[in-house]
């Protein structure tokens, strides 16, 4: 039940990682200011959830079936809600896809697509209507980094997070005038499943199509280093929860909110050189011609940021 005053959050994509610490944090907020509905494809994942939710579980947090990538699932969540009636959106479910391009079939590249675009524009048509008729609402996606800065391998993930803050732009302009507030949060690398499931898979894959080269290139030189940012730059999901709650509490929030101010120079280099080249080029640089001296600056920035120094460097404020 939705006591008066609190303000309804739906968020997609709460078996795990992300998703699952947004909803707990959301719910044990000490003034009990939200309801949770903590959304999952499968009940059956519940378990994670349900015990991080502790007692608040069944009273600011319940449990509702929500498939993003289909029309009939997501209807029915949302006439599932008394009135239909959501405050928050936060849009949070989202799948990865790494690797050499010509090894990844089109399908796949739909299926990313289907989830992280249409997932959420999916979300956003079911219950914006309503929030515009109220004059009041809140959308929250959660995007990524990658959503502003392309990276080498990640062709379609990365693609897939671009339609999504070019389509979140456009709209929120329109929001605007009925007081409907769009604010996207941009994670680097974060500890969730996201990072094990993604290592899993190209470990079990053979990348048929791809030249060796390219094989050698991804293995060898892109995934250790992709390992090394994880390890040294990697936020925890409880991160990202206090920066979107900080985000829901801000009587103005920013549309863009990076969660890690270490990625906040590769993103000033984007736009301050308005051909590109310069972000073309620094990434090749680092890669392919500075991979050792990455690896020692990387592990060095590991040991000089310790933990409660990054934690510092979640924005927004
Ligand atoms: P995760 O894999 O733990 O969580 C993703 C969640 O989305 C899972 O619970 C999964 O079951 C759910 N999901 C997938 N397809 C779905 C569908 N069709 N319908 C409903 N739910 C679905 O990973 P995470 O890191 O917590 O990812 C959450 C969000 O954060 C994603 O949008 C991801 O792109 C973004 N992100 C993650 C990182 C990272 O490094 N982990 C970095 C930047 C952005």
Redesign the pocket.
């Known amino acids: 039940m939705v006591s008066p005053g609190q303000k309804v959050v739906l968020i997609?994509?709460?078996?795990?990682?992300?998703?699952?610490r947004i909803a707990v944090m959301l719910a044990k907020d000490e003034k009990k200011r939200y309801h949770v509905i903590a959304?999952?494809?499968d009940l059956k994942?519940k378990d994670k959830l349900v015990e991080a939710a502790g007692d608040t579980y069944g009273k600011t947090l319940s449990l509702a079936v929500?498939?993003?990538?289909?029309d009939e699932?997501v209807k029915q969540c949302i006439n599932g809600i008394e009135n239909r009636h959501v405050d928050i959106l936060i849009?949070?479910?989202?799948?990865?896809l790494v690797g050499p391009l010509e090894s990844i079939s089109i399908e796949e590249m739909k299926k990313v697509f289907?989830?992280?675009f249409f997932?959420v524009v999916r979300m956003i048509k079911e219950v914006m209507p309503d929030m515009k008729k109220r004059k009041d609402g809140r959308i929250i996606v959660?995007?990524?980094?990658?959503g502003l800065q392309g990276v080498v391998f990640n062709d379609v993930?990365s693609a897939s997070?671009f339609a999504m803050e070019g389509f979140c732009e456009s709209l929120a302009v329109q929001l605007l005038k009925f007081n409907v507030i769009v604010s996207m949060i941009?994670?680097?690398?974060?500890?969730?499943?996201?990072?094990v499931?993604m290592i899993q898979e190209v470990k079990q894959r053979d990348f048929p199509g791809a030249d060796a080269e390219t094989v050698r290139l991804f293995k060898e030189v892109y995934l250790p280093s992709s390992v090394d940012i994880?390890e040294a730059l990697?936020q925890t999901?409880d991160d990202?929860a206090r920066c979107t709650k900080k985000v829901i509490e801000a009587s103005s929030p920013r549309f863009r909110n990076l969660t890690n101010a270490l990625y906040t120079p590769i993103v000033a280099m984007k736009y301050a050189d308005e051909t590109g080249t310069m972000s073309v080029h620094a990434f090749y640089h680092l890669l392919f011609n500075l991979g050792p001296l990455m690896h020692v600056s990387v592990m060095a920035m590991k040991y000089l940021t310790c933990g409660c120094l990054r934690r510092r460097t979640i924005s927004p404020n």
């Open positions: 997609t994509g709460c078996s795990s990682g992300i998703g699952l959304t999952m494809r994942r929500l498939d993003v990538c289909s699932s849009n949070n479910a989202g799948i990865g289907e989830t992280n997932g959660v995007s990524s980094v990658m993930y997070k941009e994670p680097g690398p974060v500890h969730t499943e996201f990072e499931k994880f990697g999901p990202i």
